[in-house]
């Protein structure tokens, strides 16, 4: 009785609204995203950086932004015992300088220090088809340097990892926002212009606040009205748009095609000049798959000196939907390559010794656990993938051997015990 109980309390457990669990076999595409996404950033000598899933509140309020949907709405937020004031991370970017200012690793002469980081983020979002309240970003930060090359090698970066992993129809929106000298002049035009039209409260109150936010608004509504709005590109004092124009042409000599989007504004306050979006056409309404650009006064926002810095964050979760949209197969290693089947209580430990023996070998080798019946071992066995099955019984091993089994093509050889690791590794290469 007390175990009905139980498994029905169990079975009433259901992930949280707007998370998903990744299990085999499609955990294993997920990691593959995940390291090919890291892979040319550790190539360009970025650093892993990894930093705690909780923050104090503030550090969010002030580097992302107080105006921002993500602060002001999509927070993860608790009060320890203790009285602190915490928040589950909802982006990467304001942890990591976080991290490095408070490690002063802008202080070794060294800069601009790079770092890369992968991990869960958290916004409570509406969920829908690829927009969670749990994702997965892989991210990389380069703090400590103003430099157009270093805007254009990570955008380089993406763009090679989003290639090596065979996706096609991304497209690459490039903008500036200007800095603290063009940028006010903008806003105080932007503004004039907005404050003329015809919209609700809450948009209105968002015209005084982060009136750049507006022109990201998806309502036709809006849209329609912002026709003839006044574009940041047309106001960008001569620094920033000389910066701007060599990020292109640094893009356009690496081969990496883009779009001028003059309204790309993004959802986080701390971005200034270059900002970037990397968009895929397979997914509907929740197309952004990765995005960043450089953050100059991020690190003052947030109490650290001047530290002019550039990054992305790539969402995991969206370029494996994207891979899947596109019909792409990545070519994964195989789980197993060779299936222990034993057939006897001394088959069992002979057999296990082997499959030890295997693997420290650097084969993948599984084990026909529970002491299963040679029919259902063999089920198991191709239902594993592996390429191999071992066989072995009483009278097998009474002569010394194993019986190697091709799956593939159902043919059989007998092993000496002794040399299956050195055959199974020839055959397998
Ligand atoms: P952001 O920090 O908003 O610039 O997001 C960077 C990337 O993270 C986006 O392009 C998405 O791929 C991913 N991302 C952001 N929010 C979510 C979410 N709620 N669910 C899934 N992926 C997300």
């Known amino acids: ?86 928040a589950l991370r909802p982006e990467g970017t304001a942890s990591v300088l976080r991290a490095a200012l408070q490690a002063n690793l802008h202080k070794t002469g060294n800069l601009p220090v790079k770092l890369w980081y992968s991990g869960s983020y958290y916004r409570y979002e509406r969920p829908q088809a690829g927009r969670y309240r749990h994702f997965s970003q892989v991210g990389a930060e380069a703090i400590g340097a103003e430099d157009p090359l270093l805007d254009a090698e990570l955008i380089i970066l993406a763009v090679d990892a989003y290639t090596d992993l065979g996706l096609r129809n991304f497209r690459l929106l490039l903008n500036s926002l200007g800095d603290r000298e063009c940028r006010p002049v903008y806003r105080a035009a932007l503004q004039d212009f907005l404050r003329g039209l015809d919209l609700d409260e809450e948009t209105r109150a968002r015209i005084e606040i982060n009136p750049l936010r507006v022109l990201d608004d998806k309502r036709d509504s809006v849209q329609k009205q912002l026709a003839d709005a006044p574009l940041i590109r047309d106001h960008l004092c001569e620094a920033c748009k000389a910066y701007h124009e060599e990020v292109r042409a640094l893009l356009t000599e690496a081969g990496v095609a883009f779009e001028d989007d003059p309204r790309l504004v993004r959802g986080l306050d701390y971005y200034t000049r270059t900002t970037f979006e990397f968009v895929h056409d397979g997914l509907g309404s929740q197309s952004a798959v990765g995005g960043g650009g450089r953050y100059d006064g991020l690190s003052e926002m947030i ?127």
Do not use: H
């Open 1 to 86: 009785m007390v175990t009905d109980s139980v498994s029905s309390a169990v079975r009433a457990f259901q992930a949280p609204k707007g998370t998903y669990d990744l299990l085999p076999p499609d955990s294993a595409v997920f990691l593959a995203v995940r390291e090919a996404i890291a892979a040319p950033a550790r190539r360009a000598g970025y650093g892993y950086v990894e930093t705690p899933g909780f923050e104090n509140v503030e550090l969010f309020s002030r580097g992302v932004g107080e105006s921002t949907d993500i602060v002001t709405k999509e927070m993860f937020t608790l009060t320890t015992k203790g009285g602190s004031e915490l």
């Open 303 to 429: 109490g650290g000196p001047a530290l002019p810095s550039v990054g992305w964050a790539l969402g995991v979760d969206r370029t494996v939907l994207a891979l899947r949209s596109e019909g792409v197969e990545l070519a994964l290693p195989a789980v197993t390559d060779v299936y222990a089947v034993p057939l006897g209580d001394e088959a069992r430990r002979a057999l296990f010794g082997t499959v030890t023996a295997l693997r420290r070998a650097g084969v993948a080798a599984d084990f026909a656990f529970g002491g299963k019946g040679m029919k259902n071992a063999m089920k198991s066995a191709n239902r594993s993938g592996a390429r191999f099955a071992l066989v072995a019984g009483e009278r097998d091993l009474a002569e010394g051997v194993v019986q190697l089994k091709d799956l593939g093509s159902g043919e059989q050889t007998a092993v000496p015990l002794a040399e299956v690791v050195a055959s199974v590794k020839a055959r397998l290469v």
